[in-house]
């Protein structure tokens, strides 16, 4: 089974904060995504990558940043935490057309 | 950009019960999946169905790319089933998905 692994279930930070999220793969996927969950609004996309060092903004990339050094691993980065940054924070991989696999999510607080 | 409109927005079952989940979309697509989030968050991929039927157990999808919606059959529904359904779609190339709002899925024993 393809497997996503992001690297904190729950995290709390301080407004003014860089935060790091990690998101790891073990399937040799080109693509990867990082997806915000808040209700009401649905999963909107932030990032993705279609391979390595490569990267593009989705829908809401305001606030953050991402790395992709290795295949494997996608990073999302917020730069200086703010309480609107509060969310639940998905990532995916996939093939270059195929299935989407998530990872359990991190929910992010900041205070 | 693409919308995509799910229905109902909420349903609620008997356990054994049969039900349909609709996702219409505005555009065409190459790249349509449904999802499956459970009660602690997990999103589950159930298909990845640009076009035609599939059937997985008690699952299945069809979707008609030509008139722009994809159905879900949940068949003999089971408490397990409970949680938030997805529709995603994408054109284009990289796999980038838009997500529907979901349908809220009880089922009760």
């Known amino acids: 089974d393809v497997k996503v692994t992001q690297s904190s279930r729950y995290l709390v930070k301080r407004t003014g904060e860089k935060v790091f999220l990690e998101c790891v793969q073990d399937m040799d996927h080109e693509n990867m995504f990082w997806y915000r969950q808040d209700p009401g609004l649905g999963l909107r996309l932030i990032y993705f990558s279609y391979d390595v060092k490569m990267k593009e903004k989705g829908d809401i990339p305001e606030g953050y940043s991402v790395s992709r050094e290795k295949k494997e691993r996608f990073s999302l980065i917020l730069e200086s935490a703010s309480t609107n940054q509060t969310s639940m924070y998905l990532c995916?991989?996939?093939?270059?057309?195929?299935?989407?696999?998530f990872g359990s999510g991190t929910r992010l607080t900041v205070v | 950009g693409i919308q995509v409109e799910q229905s109902p927005p909420d349903l609620i079952l008997q356990e054994g019960a049969n039900s349909t989940l609709r996702c219409n979309f505005s555009?065409?697509?190459?790249?349509l999946q449904w999802f499956h989030q459970n009660p602690w968050g997990q999103l589950i991929n159930l298909f990845y169905i640009p076009s035609g039927t599939k059937q997985n157990g008690r699952l299945s999808a069809t979707t008609v790319a030509t008139e722009r919606y994809s159905l879900l059959y949940i068949s003999s529904s089971q408490t397990t089933d409970s949680g938030v359904y997805f529709c995603a779609v994408g054109r284009g190339a990289n796999s980038k998905l838009t997500f529907g709002k979901g349908i809220t899925l009880s089922v009760r024993p």
């Open positions: 995916a991989s996939s093939l270059i057309f195929g299935g989407y696999t």
């Open positions: 555009d065409s697509v190459n790249n």
